[in-house]
């Protein structure tokens, strides 16, 4: 279609009006945009509209007549298309699609959801799980609305609004020769089996630790599921490290572990809320965004310690 509703309303206005004089008058618009638009809408649809009357104003032909009729319909229905969009974007409901990093969404999203779909029912929000680079391209190509990450290459195109921080720690099995610490200097490790949490990102975070001391890690797997790595450290398979320190001191099968804070000055990870600049916030990711300031900001994450 090669035609605007602007168009549409200049001919509704002629129509009405008996004239194109009269027309410009009543929208305010220059009687040659006028009479462009409605020799825009007679070549686009190939009928005539008016029958000129020199000095006497124009008249409908019996086919301007029907598209009058057709016309005022289109013109009615964008206006309630107008009027729903409005209300839409005045309150909060229908549904919200957020993200969130895989290693952050089991302790952050649950009660964040929870406490979301009770305080606005109408409101229905899906959460996706996955790693940096994959939702970083899933937020920019608009199929969420927000993400739930760490303060790790955020994008120029994005927005970044910081949370909290969150500290490095090592944790280790029940029996290691560290388990009846509470702290541990990094370098202590050195020479024993470590295994890293292999995410976009993430795993260049980790390492730069090891760099900090001068030490290389003794590198015996690489994961992208921190659950797996629980597991192994649990059962004796070498030492993990982590930011969101979860309250459950078990692991999925559930072994023992041991959570030690990391002696010296390590660069904490800031968790928070990214989304795009520039892009009109909805009500709900609006009500959405306020409520992780509520629950989050300067608070320690739900399900850490």
Do not use: W
Request: some cysteine.
């Amino acid at each position: 279609m090669r035609f605007t509703l602007k168009q549409i309303s200049y001919f509704v206005a002629t129509a009405e009006a008996g004239s194109i004089t009269l027309a410009s008058e009543t929208v305010n618009i220059s009687q040659p945009s006028i009479s462009s638009a409605i020799t825009a809408l007679e070549e686009e649809f190939g009928i005539q509209l008016f029958i000129r009357h020199h000095a006497q104003g124009l008249s409908l032909t019996a086919e301007g007549q029907r598209f009058l009729r057709e016309a005022k319909a289109l013109l009615l229905q964008a206006e309630e298309v107008q009027s729903a969009a409005s209300m839409i974007s005045a309150k909060v409901g229908g549904p919200l699609e957020i993200g969130c990093l895989s290693t952050l969404f089991p302790l952050a999203i649950p009660e964040l959801l929870s406490v979301f779909r009770k305080r606005y029912e109408a409101a229905r929000v899906n959460a996706l799980a996955g790693n940096q680079a994959e939702l970083f391209e899933t937020l920019r190509h608009g199929r969420i609305a927000l993400l739930l990450t760490y303060d790790m290459n955020i994008p120029p195109d994005f927005e970044f609004t910081p949370m909290a921080p969150l500290s490095p720690y090592a944790f280790v099995g029940a029996s290691h020769r560290f388990a009846r610490r509470r702290t541990v200097g990094l370098k202590e490790f050195e020479g024993d089996d470590f295994l890293l949490l292999d995410l976009p990102m993430s795993r260049d975070y980790f390492l730069s630790l090891f760099r900090e001391v001068g030490m290389a890690p003794h590198i015996v797997g690489r994961y992208p599921y921190i659950d797996v790595i629980r597991s192994l450290v649990a059962r004796g398979e070498g030492y993990g490290l982590a930011n969101a320190r979860p309250k459950n001191l078990s692991t999925l099968d559930g072994r023992k572990l041991v959570y030690l804070e990391l002696e010296g000055r390590h660069r904490p990870l800031i968790y928070g809320i990214a989304t795009l600049k520039g892009l009109r916030r909805t009500p709900t990711a609006e009500a959405f965004i306020e409520l992780c300031r509520e629950l989050l900001l300067n608070k320690p994450m739900p399900g850490t310690r």
